[in-house]
């Protein structure tokens, strides 16, 4: 079954406390992105990855870091979370970049820093 | 700019037609798309449109591109209480490369039976 998944689904850490996000597809996607929801916000994007090895930063970059290392994978990293990451947050991928593309959407990680 | 702009909340019965609305600020925009999201689930691609279109039809759905007041809607038939959801528009601003897809705040759709 074609999907993106991320794990984990849920989180609670503490401020300071490193964390990864994993985000995975199995589609042979080329891009893949990272967006966070907060409410009356929308959706937000924090970094995009046109390919392995190709990153770039989307609109709320400061404090995530991102990886592609593998086509497959798109880990977010918060190096240091603070409370106003707490959030919940998206891996997106599609084929290419182009207008057309469908995104598909994994299920989200809803992260709370204390 | 690049702000999308959608009216947070909106009721409605079964059986009635909902419409939901969305404001760009970007005229360079080609496409436009609407998503959804369910309860705990991601977005979902419901349709598209191209800019040069005014209007597209996929079943129970009607999105109607309004270029000039830079106004797109999102008409659902006979709503069902399975499209309670959250509908996001969004837009791909050719003044970011096309790389950017730019989401407006989203509309709470609540179908009461």
């Known amino acids: 079954e074609a999907q993106v998944t991320q794990n984990p689904r849920y989180l609670i850490t503490v401020t300071g406390k490193k964390l990864t996000v994993t985000c995975s597809q199995n589609m042979n996607h080329e891009y893949m992105s990272w967006y966070r929801q907060d409410p009356g916000l929308g959706l937000r994007q924090i970094y995009y990855?046109?390919?392995?090895?190709?990153?770039d930063k989307g609109d709320v970059p400061e404090g995530y870091k991102v990886s592609r290392k593998e086509k497959r994978n798109f880990p977010l990293i918060l190096e240091s979370p603070s409370p106003n990451q707490t959030s919940l947050y998206f891996c997106a991928s599609s084929l290419g970049g182009g207008l057309q593309e469908t995104q598909y959407f994994g299920p989200g990680t809803r992260l709370l820093v204390l | 700019g690049e702000d999308v702009e959608q009216s947070l909340f909106l009721s409605v019965r079964e059986g009635d037609s909902s419409v939901i609305n969305c404001t760009y600020t970007d005229s360079s925009s080609t496409y436009l798309y609407w998503y959804k999201q369910e309860p705990g689930a991601g977005l979902q691609l419901l349709t598209y449109i191209f800019s040069n279109m005014d209007m597209k039809q996929d079943q129970r759905l009607t999105v109607l591109l309004n270029k000039k007041d830079k106004h797109l809607s999102l008409r659902i038939a006979d709503t069902q209480t399975g499209d309670s959801a959250i509908y996001f528009c969004?837009?791909?601003?050719?003044?970011?490369?096309?790389?950017?897809?730019?989401f407006g705040t989203g509309t709470r759709l609540l179908v009461s039976p």
């Open positions: 990855s046109m390919n392995v090895e190709v990153t």
């Open positions: 969004a837009e791909r601003p050719r003044n970011t490369g096309f790389q950017k897809l730019v």
